[in-house]
């Protein structure tokens, strides 16, 4: 039972890792753009396809494949920014919750129509490593690596460049920021390309643990907005932080009990915490 | 106001009343009863989530609701034989206690706006989930079959559709009639105020909780009973089309597309969704599989851009504008020129 447990645990961690990889994008365009990007697990389900696609059809290597993937989420990002959240900028939050949930119909249909319903996976042999009684999983120990490298690569690119500090003051006050001379739409569309990389990113540390399908995304985007909102919006220690207490609890829960309760169980530390500090584990409380 | 006043101003109504409840006995097809059956179902829970939703408390849970009222309806009908005329109280009632629990929680410390729209999303979820988590009972996901037997008022079953049409359109008449008294009511006031601004609210003595648990309660335990006459049309539940995100994000959707600050918003949101809906699947449905999905989020997505307050209220704020203006007009000549 201990070794089920401590195994658990680690998995548990592991787990964390991939889940935080997940949350960056998510938790950057939160804070910034200040919308809920419902379709965000949609986005890493397309570029999934597309890696998917480019390595059977065009027989591309994996980081290729990988680095095309992102591109062209980014470029589906702007477009997004452009076509769906410009014009609902000033409305009310519900709207803009809505218009992205309709997002998800389009999205989750198109692929049903472009690959079908089938459980699409690339063969990708990784070993498993095992420590006396303890497996690890290489693909989900490389998406840990991956989300350390990600969580450090983006706080070099939001602290030291001209474009990373605008984004976080766009984040911080709008309106001072307009008065510095910061165009908030520019903003807006460079962080929704960085969503759209991210999600790319994700999609290509993803492809060698899960087989992806049309529905792939929502499995995700619950437990994704979850996290999110856990560490606090914008707070990207937080996310990383509340990806590891989520991970870690689902997966000792799930093998106590079944995989259902233990997330009820998430969920429900998740209304507990909101209850007691709604503005997240590190976030700030913002004044009205 | 005389009965012929009260008719010429509620002339319209008054048709489309007429219209609906003599409509059944052209014999129609069966298709566009159910349809019809089905938007009024559909309506009458809608109307009810927009009971908290025109106070801007946002609910993206009510599937929890609705998932509770269903569920303990049939649980105690196949396996107790309990008549769902009872099933439907208790149902009501289980949902307002868990409306009352996450209420009270929620509205004491101040959980409001999107966190209270997060909060009540994950709701609906753990509802899901925990139907799904004691499947032995509840048959998980395969979903849940109503036990037949023919057609009895005591049963709530009936074997041909016409009942459930007017049943249902007794309900949602019902759900409009108390959104018309608590329209008129204090508690509007009382409640609008908080909506506008809670602190300010509060300041002025407004007994903020007790006011926003009262229509939450409300809310729930009508939900939860839409539930419970959804369950008994269909005579089968499932998880999926109950509780969960799905359903909950699609009864503010409705809502929203028809205009959630109007009487008759939510219902016309919830005829222009379903019969869109249908029409798209039957139309297109068959010839080009998941494309006519992909047009009908299409057609979401711009509704939801190009008509924010929904469809009716856009309309009747356009019709209230122009009466306005006409209204102003002479009085502005008379100001020109008038002196």
Not at chain 1, 211 to 233: E, K, N, Q, R
Not at chain 1, 259 to 282: C, H, K, N, W, Y
Not at chain 2, 46 to 55: E, I, K, L, N, P
Not at chain 2, 204 to 224: E, N, P, V
């Amino acid at each position: 039972m201990e070794q089920l447990i401590l195994s658990a645990t680690l998995n548990g961690i592991l787990l964390g890792g991939v889940l935080a990889l997940l949350v960056f994008g998510l938790n950057l365009i939160f804070g910034v753009v200040k919308i809920i990007h419902l379709a965000y697990g949609q986005f890493v389900m397309l570029g999934m396809y597309i890696i998917f696609l480019l390595m059977t059809t065009y027989k591309m290597n994996i980081f290729i494949a990988s680095l095309i993937s992102c591109i062209i989420l980014g470029l589906l990002g702007i477009l997004l920014q452009m076509i769906v959240i410009n014009p609902l900028l000033k409305s009310p939050r519900l709207n803009q919750l809505l218009a992205l949930a309709g997002l998800i119909i389009i999205f989750e249909n198109m692929a049903m129509v472009l690959w079908g319903a089938d459980y699409r996976g690339i063969k990708l042999f990784l070993p498993v490593i095992h420590f006396g009684f303890l497996f690890v999983r290489t693909s989900y120990l490389v998406a840990f690596i991956g989300a350390i490298i990600t969580l450090l690569g983006l706080n070099l690119f939001l602290n030291k460049t001209y474009v990373g500090l605008a984004i976080r003051a766009t984040a911080q006050d709008l309106d001072s920021t307009q008065l510095m001379g910061i165009n908030p739409k520019w903003v807006y569309l460079i962080t929704q390309a960085t969503g759209g990389i991210l999600s790319g990113i994700v999609a290509s540390f993803f492809m060698p643990i899960y087989t992806v399908h049309p529905h792939f995304g929502s499995a995700f985007t619950l437990m994704a907005f979850i996290i999110v909102i856990l560490g606090g919006m914008g707070n990207f220690l937080g996310g990383f932080i509340s990806a590891f207490i989520i991970g870690v609890v689902t997966s000792i829960s799930a093998v106590l009990t079944s995989t259902e309760i233990a997330d009820s169980i998430a969920l429900i530390i998740f209304i507990l915490i909101m209850l007691v500090r709604p503005q997240g584990l590190l976030g700030i409380r913002e004044s009205r | 106001m005389n009965a012929t006043s009260f008719l010429k101003r509620k002339f319209p109504l008054v048709i489309l009343l007429l219209g609906i409840l003599i409509l059944p006995l052209l014999s129609p097809p069966p298709y566009l009863i159910h349809i019809i059956t089905f938007i009024f179902i559909w309506s009458y829970i809608t109307t009810v989530w927009s009971y908290m939703g025109r106070f801007h408390l946002v609910s993206l849970g009510h599937g929890a609701f609705l998932g509770i009222g269903a569920y303990i309806s049939i649980l105690l009908f196949n396996y107790y034989n309990i008549s769902p005329w009872i099933g439907m109280l208790l149902g009501g009632m289980g949902a307002a206690l868990l409306a009352l629990i996450l209420g009270y929680a929620c509205f004491r410390f101040g959980v409001i706006g999107d966190y209270f729209a997060l909060v009540t999303l994950a709701l609906g979820e753990v509802v899901a989930l925990i139907i799904n988590a004691f499947r032995d009972v509840t048959g998980g996901s395969l979903g849940m079959t109503l036990k037949s037997v023919g057609t009895s008022f005591y049963y709530f079953q009936f074997e041909k559709k016409i009942y459930y049409y007017y049943v249902s359109l007794l309900f949602l008449m019902f759900a409009l009639f108390l959104w018309q008294i608590i329209d008129r009511s204090r508690i509007q006031k009382a409640l609008h105020a908080i909506g506008e601004d809670e602190i300010a609210a509060a300041s002025i003595g407004i007994r903020i909780i007790r006011y926003k648990l009262f229509i939450t309660l409300i809310s729930a335990f009508l939900t939860a009973t839409g539930g419970v006459l959804y369950t008994q049309y269909m005579t089968y539940v499932n998880p999926e089309t109950l509780s969960g995100v799905g359903v909950s994000l699609a009864i503010p959707f409705k809502a929203i597309l028809g205009g959630m600050f109007h009487l008759w918003g939510s219902t016309i949101g919830t005829a222009m969704i379903v019969s869109l809906e249908e029409y798209i699947r039957i139309m297109y449905g068959a010839r080009f599989i998941g494309i006519s999905q992909v047009f009908y989020g299409i057609l979401l997505v711009v509704l939801i851009i190009f008509l924010p307050k929904g469809l009716y209220g856009t309309i009747s704020d356009y019709w209230q504008k122009r009466k306005r203006i006409s209204e102003e007009q002479p009085k502005m000549k008379l100001g020109f020129f008038g002196k």
